[in-house]
């Protein structure tokens, strides 16, 4: 079975400052691929970043970066120059191989951008 | 493009009642997937659609729910005699393909609510 695991139930972070979103995760399966979703108030799951097992280089989508740690069996998403409208919750998800069809999630973290 | 559209946005019912709740996928996405998301918490697998056939409903969570998906595009999440413990955020996503790195795009789900 897989597990994520996100510590932090909230985040807070002043605009325009860097902020680290952990995710741990637990799978047997030597392939799969992590994904970090945002959802506004509005309810809306939006895909921000993917990582795969096997890449060797941390993933980057513009502010968002993913730190792969995959001994420690982490995939921290980083933000960089926060802004207002990244006040959200933000899930850590994975898929494997072995069964290709579901997503896992994480809890979830609510991060909250003060100005 | 138009992305995942889910409908109704909302829907009221009381106990024993019977629901549908429709997704209409990406054009051209072949997979189709449902998730069940709880007020506080990271959204649950119900069951994948690959074309028409159900590839894995392991996250129905019992025989009131079912699914389908006729034509392989537009799906109907269907729950009989429906109980207070059933009221969520319904998600539906689509994908191209399946894979551990096919990114699942989320529609913006129905909030269920049983009275």
């Known amino acids: 079975a897989q597990k994520i695991t996100q510590t932090q139930p909230g985040m807070f972070v002043q605009e325009k400052e860097a902020v680290t979103l952990d995710c741990t995760y637990d799978t047997s399966d030597p392939s799969y691929g992590l994904f970090w979703y945002k959802q506004p108030s509005s309810g809306e799951m939006i895909f921000l970043i993917y990582q795969g097992s096997y890449d060797q280089q941390n993933a980057t989508e513009g502010r968002y970066s993913l730190n792969f740690q995959k001994a420690r069996k982490s995939a921290n998403l980083v933000i960089s120059a926060s802004q207002l409208g990244d006040s959200a919750m933000y899930f850590c998800a994975m898929r494997v191989v072995s069964s290709y069809g579901k997503l896992t999630f994480g809890q979830g973290t609510i991060l909250t951008v003060h100005p | ?115």
């Open chain 2, 1 to 115: 493009g138009a992305g995942v559209s889910q409908t109704p946005s909302n829907k009221v019912t009381e106990k024993g009642k019977y629901v549908e709740l429709r997704c209409d996928p990406i054009s051209g996405h072949t997979a189709l997937y449902w998730y069940r998301q709880s007020l506080g918490q990271g959204p649950e697998f119900l069951i994948y659609f690959q074309g028409t056939g159900a590839a894995d409903d392991s996250g129905l969570p019992n025989d009131r729910f079912f699914a389908v998906r006729p034509e392989g595009s537009v799906s109907t999440l269907k729950i009989q005699r429906t109980e207070r413990g059933d009221s969520a955020v319904y998600l539906c996503a689509s994908s191209l393909i399946s894979g551990e790195q096919e990114t699942q795009y989320f529609g913006p789900g129905t909030r269920l609510l049983v009275l």
